[in-house]
């Protein structure tokens, strides 16, 4: 969440408009697409905040009909993790952070830096409850690991920063954070013909973490996180279905 404090006012100076560029041959038109969304748009990775370094994936399910159509069922849910938030631990930051800027920059007083942190908590406070409220009631993410591989109780108290939360994550779906930009696939391609009777069904996400994290699938070079330890364990679960994870360039 991007955070705008009053004190961050100064706007720089407009630079002057740029002396117009002869005109050039046009580039060649680049090959191929950019991945779309069922709705036709464009992917766009999500904002990346700092060390977080976002990859694209499709993960492509193949089995028996029956099977495909109950983890498909199985696998919707919010796409919200239900942490629980201390919100007068984040109020206290809050205020200190706004208190602690220099005189010379802070447009509050003292009262007004604890009147902004106390309407900071209430904000994130009534967001978590609308977000929490959904987990059970709302199936608008087609692929949802908290309700495919829930997060324990004792690991949501933690919230969402805390060591040993993340060391949970890490373990159990190999990712630090939730799946981004989740869509079902229109048209998955199983990689095979398929049996008689079977059935395939397809996710694209981006999945996010410490850039200075792991390599990713394929050996690109790239860096981050990556569901596969979440998808090993769906496919020991699930093991009348065939489970394929790849990465997948935006290019």
């Not at 007068?88 to 800027?101: K, V």
């Not at 049996?195 to 069904?201: A, L, W, Y």
């Not at 390599?215 to 496919?235: C, F, K, Q, R, Y």
Request: charged share 20%.
């Amino acid at each position: 969440m991007a955070i705008s404090f009053p004190w961050d006012s100064e706007v720089p100076a407009k630079a002057p408009p740029p002396e117009p560029l002869p005109q050039a041959e046009p580039d060649p038109k680049p090959r191929g697409r950019r991945p779309r969304l069922h709705s036709g748009r464009a992917l766009a990775a999500p904002r990346a905040d700092s060390g977080t370094a976002w990859l694209y994936f499709h993960l492509i399910i193949t089995g028996p009909a029956a099977a495909v159509d109950a983890f498909a069922t199985a696998a919707r849910g919010a796409g919200v993790t239900p942490w629980r938030l201390d919100f007068g631990m984040l109020e206290e930051d809050i205020f200190n952070m706004a208190a602690a800027q220099p005189p010379a920059r802070r447009n509050l007083s003292i009262a007004g830096c604890r009147i902004l942190a106390r309407q900071f908590r209430e904000r994130v406070e009534r967001r978590q409850g609308r977000a929490a409220a959904l987990v059970g009631r709302c199936q608008g993410c087609p692929f949802d690991l908290h309700a495919l591989l829930p997060v324990p109780d004792a690991i949501l108290d933690l919230g969402p920063s805390h060591p040993d939360a993340l060391a949970w994550l890490a373990a159990h779906w190999g990712v630090t954070d939730r799946l981004r930009q989740v869509t079902r696939l229109q048209r998955p391609k199983p990689g095979r013909r398929l049996p008689k009777d079977s059935s395939v069904v397809g996710y694209g996400f981006f999945a996010g973490g410490d850039s200075g994290g792991g390599s990713s699938p394929g050996g690109d070079g790239n860096s981050g996180e990556t569901p596969a330890i979440a998808v090993a364990t769906l496919a020991a679960r699930w093991p009348a279905l065939r489970f394929r994870l790849q990465q997948r360039p935006l290019d």
